[in-house]
């Protein structure tokens, strides 16, 4: 077994060394993550609401840049906002009567004419991701630390309540043969799945915490 392991681990981490100092630039990575499950068993609410997303939320990119001795230098860009505000949409066709998304705050009288109950409007808060490299080179992970903030407006336009949203999506990337190693010195560390759980986690937590206010408002 210690044949084996020096055959094959040492000939590969003196491999990161040659390519250390090479670079990498990452087009916008594809995010892929789905909604929670338990979304869909929710019971619709009785609503007619029209969901206004930030525009800076919805175009909001985010840029890392990963620099390791033995990987080298790799930069990512995560088009979060675009595929949050996605899920989001979904998620609210799930749980809502009638959706209606919205590119405007729209006044009181508009707000009459489209027949609305009332408004959820979403902006982001903050966006951290943390990636650590082991030091190994065969384990890399990946934290992304993500928050919202979601606020109800009613029928004319009264801010009925609002709640900040803060989850933690983790993801876990290795090297276990020469195909993934190869993909690690050219394109560096896959840190998409802690984006996607991230994505998953805050998009479930969006629709727990609107049907907790809107049973407690209609109380």
Not at 27 to 48: E, F, G, M, N
Not at 126 to 131: A, G, L, P, Y
Not at 178 to 188: A, D, L, Q, S, V
């Amino acid at each position: 077994m210690k044949r084996i392991y020096y055959k094959v681990v040492f000939p590969l981490f003196f491999s990161f060394l040659v390519i250390g100092c090479s670079s990498s630039e990452r087009s916008y990575v594809k995010l892929s993550s789905t909604l929670d499950k338990r979304i869909y068993q929710k019971t619709p609410l009785s609503l007619a609401v029209g969901i206004y997303l930030d525009p800076s939320l919805r175009s909001y990119v985010q840029e890392e840049t990963v620099i390791h001795y033995n990987v080298g230098y790799h930069r990512y860009y995560f088009p979060v906002g675009e595929h949050l505000t996605d899920k989001i949409e979904e998620a609210a066709r799930t749980i809502f009567q009638k959706t209606i998304l919205l590119e405007n705050l729209p006044g009181k009288e508009d707000l009459k004419k489209l027949m609305l109950d009332g408004i959820v409007v979403i902006r982001l808060k903050d966006s951290k991701m943390e990636f650590t490299i082991d030091e190994s080179v065969f384990y890399a992970t990946g934290l992304h630390k993500l928050s919202i903030t979601v606020s109800y407006l009613d029928a004319i336009l009264v801010k009925k309540w609002e709640s900040e949203i803060t989850v933690e999506g983790k993801g876990l990337d290795s090297i276990s043969s020469m195909f993934e190693y190869e993909i690690w010195g050219e394109w560096g560390p896959d840190f998409t799945p802690a984006i996607e759980d991230a994505i998953q986690k805050v998009t479930y937590e969006l629709v727990q915490k609107i049907i907790e206010m809107a049973e407690t408002t209609q109380e």
